[in-house]
């Protein structure tokens, strides 16, 4: 088994909520660095999918579909594949994750840093035959996020509440991009049960070399996920590579001369989250950020945001581990 670096669990979920200023929408915005989430850990890589990561590891060992030593196989272009290994492993598993060679390399680093195996397909369709043959001939375990109710379930009872709590019951949208669509469909469940509250997704206009984390491959099973409830949904939107880009490095160039303000430091300290918040100097957020905030600006030029609303949005990882694309390049 390989060796398992230290998880300390319990730094899962309470991210932090920021205030973040955008002078194209006529409102309070808000957003969840997810980052956050295992951030202590030595490798780095935290993600919104730590979340998922648990409630699934936890679902199969309540269910018996895990052994003590059992290998877990699922097929990720990232982020599920980290969280997935660096909990599994800590969990004592051996965790091997497929991943299509044109997914980040700094993703495959930190697989392997945790003590994971990676097997590289050589694209996003090979990635889901790999990975269903590695779990038929090694007997290994896959908690496909794409279809696994935990995924869901996870931001229903834990991403949704914490939105609601730390807007004082004020948030009126929230915006998400849809990979697996875990999290749009359950955090929307959750904020709905209020009543008034508009939840919209948006999906990438390029799927096959789109937005990171979000492209799913058209004619499979990962194109239609079966945790992701669209019909939900009160719109979902399309949004370019290059408009969340573009998003991504608007918000670093607003805030290259201050921090963004921290509204509420859920069950960090104000020192800490700071500290993080500038890492490498800079407020850089991954592409699936700088989508919801595109996202956020579009509602906005179609006027459907008034001056009384407050939106929130996920921030799913940090923008330093996309060194493969072009997401800080002047380019554009
Ligand atoms: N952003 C990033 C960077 C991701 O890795 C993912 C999931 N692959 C998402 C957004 C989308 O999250 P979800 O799967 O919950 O829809």
């Not at 994750?97 to 993703?107: G, L, N, Q, T, W």
């Not at 379930?153 to 991009?177: D, L």
């Not at 430091?265 to 699936?288: I, K, M, N």
Request: glycine share 10%; with cysteine.
């Amino acid at each position: 088994m390989a060796d398992a670096p230290p998880v300390d669990e319990s730094h899962i979920g309470e991210t932090p909520l920021l205030r973040v200023e955008h002078p194209d929408v006529p409102c309070e915005v808000y957003a969840k660095p997810e980052w956050y989430n295992l951030h202590a850990h030595p490798y780095g890589g935290g993600s919104v999918k730590s979340r998922i990561a648990r409630s699934m590891l936890d679902a199969a060992a309540a269910a018996d579909d895990l052994n003590d030593d059992a290998l877990v196989v699922e097929p990720s272009s990232g982020n599920t594949g980290t969280a997935l290994a660096r909990l599994g492993v800590a969990r004592g598993y051996d965790v091997e994750i497929v991943m299509p060679a044109e997914a980040p390399v700094e993703k495959a680093e930190a697989i392997r840093a945790a003590g994971g195996t990676v097997t590289v397909a050589p694209d996003y369709e090979t990635m889901l035959a790999v990975a269903d043959r590695r779990v038929t001939e090694a007997d290994a375990y896959m908690p496909d996020q794409y279809a696994n109710p935990a995924n869901p379930a996870v931001h229903e009872r834990t991403t949704g509440p914490e939105i609601r709590a730390q807007t004082a019951e004020r948030v009126t949208h929230f915006v998400a991009g849809a990979g697996s669509g875990g999290t749009v469909t359950g955090v929307g469940r959750a904020l709905r049960e209020r009543g008034d509250v508009t939840v919209v997704g948006y999906e990438p206009a390029e799927p096959r070399h789109g937005i990171d984390g979000l492209k799913y491959v058209r004619g499979s099973r990962y194109h239609d996920p079966a945790v992701y409830a669209a019909d939900e949904l009160d719109a979902v939107l399309s949004i370019s590579t290059a408009d969340a880009y573009y998003e991504a490095r608007r918000l670093r160039e607003r805030y290259a001369e201050r921090d963004p303000e921290i509204h509420d430091t859920g069950q960090y300290d104000a020192a800490l989250v700071r500290e993080h918040l500038r890492a490498d100097g800079e407020f850089l957020v991954g592409p699936s950020s700088g989508g919801a905030l595109a996202a956020v600006t579009r509602l906005a030029d179609h006027g459907d945001l008034g001056s009384d609303d407050v939106v929130v949005v996920p921030f799913p990882d940090r923008g330093d581990r996309y060194a493969h694309v072009p997401l800080w390049d002047d380019y554009l």
